[in-house]
């Protein structure tokens, strides 16, 4: 039901599942643009297919072998307190230094190197070899806030074959923001070309312990959904620095809503049931959907879910942006998407059949 | 004694090697060598067997799909012998907290293991202790005791690590980083670490490098921004990667320093080489005794991927990338006192991930199969090679 292929990265599957990505991506530019919505980045159900065991793009060896998993101090999809920029966040930040090396997580082909001081700093693209075959396989991850290695022809280009052991750069110096990498899975090549979209990151660290990243869930605001019969399963909290303790949490978020409809005739609520936490270690929360919209057996409901921040020391009571979607994330969406314009919902939602 | 063997190594393997180099394995190197599947890599020292792609996999594959948890960790283990594991407790700086440590045992002897998917980084000291980054912070594991203290003092100059605050009154404070990035003398006196303390009377995030003095206690800042270690040659002088600033000469006992490359490089420091290259199809090979600098160009020498100094430097392996756009490598073998080189093609079917030196002159190969994307590592040993 969930067409989860998690632990089945096998080439069979990477090609149905990539041509899959390519119709869904498709699919999912008309649906933003028959919306007139603002959807400059949006996670499309269905773009779990990008697994891939990469590796963290910090390493605490000189030779790029071992793997440093620095904290994540804000994830994609995630609400955050910012006056300008892209809210919910466009990418993941990880808590790398100043200084310190930023290698590719997997092998693949550069498509694009910025050497800017505007205020996104440095960054590169790479065309990721998902299989290490030495081809790229259309899955691009953007590094940003980077210095790209080296300058001119003596420096990373476009068109070079980077290994998952290759310097593509080194975080910048404390400019606009604090240093770190900010690393996000894009649909495209360039930055800023037409229909770039801005997919989930922890399906390529689906495989880490709880102790590092969360089996990938530390990447993105909400992930790793299930169904188990009429029980949704989703991972959601927020990724934050805590200045006042020194530490980066795991905070669990305000509460999650559901909203839906019963039927595609249906009128779009939102449901008094919230998600309820399942397992406080891995921050899932659940929902039973028979309960929650009172559907009955056979009858299809199509939902989303809004997942409200809470309160934390970078993100006060003042912040007025407060939610992230599931399962599509858009730039600066409404939490009601049916409250002006019951496409967007619709367009925002996933099917699911009672049983 | 055994700079004067690999040196030995390098010319036999130059001439046995370097005229077939367009054969799969033209001198039978990759058959001789001994093969191993997952990735191992030397780390400090310790021959540790990495997770790898199928590790990954497995470990993901095994996560209970509504808690989440996964039964299959993707872990470091040992190389030879057992891999076990201790805990020990960290009641220090307001932590209550209970580490989990790994260690290899072989013969009788523990050897603790980098353990990244624990969520911190480990290094060995000399007598069998080891220093442990954990929470923004530098601590020592005795091995033998299993316990945990402080490393690090908590007050230098002024700066204290109860009182974070920005210079311009911002009303949250600074995240800091006491210490960071620990990097161990040769000679085992001094040790290396990076932290960002100085935010507090600064304003800056781009961090220092500090000396802790293990003798006495000392800790001094030796040098401003800048955090990858390359290594250290043989007078106590590390080596800083400073990105595009290039590569600065740090004296770790008085912190003069001085700008050995000038701009952004691949680059390894041992003994006393340090290999560079700025320009495609060139490497810069400086003498860290003399200073003497020489241009190493051969072997087909072109875009430099990485490079690995074996621990004396007494050689150099070197990831090169014929055609930069192409995803095939080739490894040069340079000893950086003759220039002498061998070349050898990747396996067949064949891609070279990473490299890393044992002692006595092995080099760990790791290699990933391009049609089934299995990872598995060869070691070479150079000196067996020379001798054929």
Redesign the interface.
Known sequence: MSGRTVGRPGSFWRKVLLTACALLALSAVSAASAADYGAAFMQQYGVKAMIAPAMSPGRSDAGGLVERYAPVASKTNQPRNVVGGTNPHNGSDIAMNSGERVYAILPGKVTEVKHDTSAQLGSVIVDQDTDGDGTPDGVYVKYLHIDPAGTGSSGIRVGDYVTETTVIGTIDRAKNYDPHLHIMQTSRSRSGAAGAQTMPMNLFYRYTSPETWNAGSDLDYVSADWTDGNLLYLTAYASTDNPETNTYDRDRPAEIQLHYKIGSGGKWKMSPVRFSLYNADTLRYRIDLRQATGAAKGQTVYVYAAVMRADDPTFPNSASYRHGLWPQFYKHPERVLYASSRARADAAAKAFTIR | MRKGIKTAAAAALLLTLVSGAALADPAGVWTRAGKTPG?T?V?DGTEVV??G?A???K?????D??????AL???TSAAEGKTGTFTARLTADGLNDTLTFRYAQKGGETTLL?A????Y?LHPLPGGDALVEY??SIYRLDGERRTLSLFLKGQTGAYSKSV?KWPSGKS??????WG??ASVSPDGTKVLF?T?RAVTATG????ENWIKDLNTGAEKKVYG???????WDAKNRFYL????GGIAQVDSGGGGAAKVVS????S?AAGNYLLSQ???GSLGVRNLSTGAARTFRGGGLN?V??I?ASADGGLFAV?N?PD??????TLLLIDPATLEYERIDEPAGG??????WADGGTLLV?V?N??T?AESTYAIDTEKEAAK
């Open positions: 990735r890599a780390v990495l997770p792609r590790d990954k996999k470990a993901a594959a095994s996560i799909p509504a808690a989440g948890k996964a960790r993707a872990q980098p990244p998917d624990l969520g980084d929470a923004a974070r949250t404070p600074p995240m800091v980083v960071q990035r990076w960002n800056s995030e781009d961090g921004a800048g955090y990858q270690v390359l290594g990667d400073l990105g595009d701009s952004y490089s691949v390894a700025i320009s495609d875009r991927r990485s690995a990831v990338a930069r756009t192409k995803a095939a490598s891609s070279v991930i990473g490299v890393s790791q990933r391009r049609s994307a």
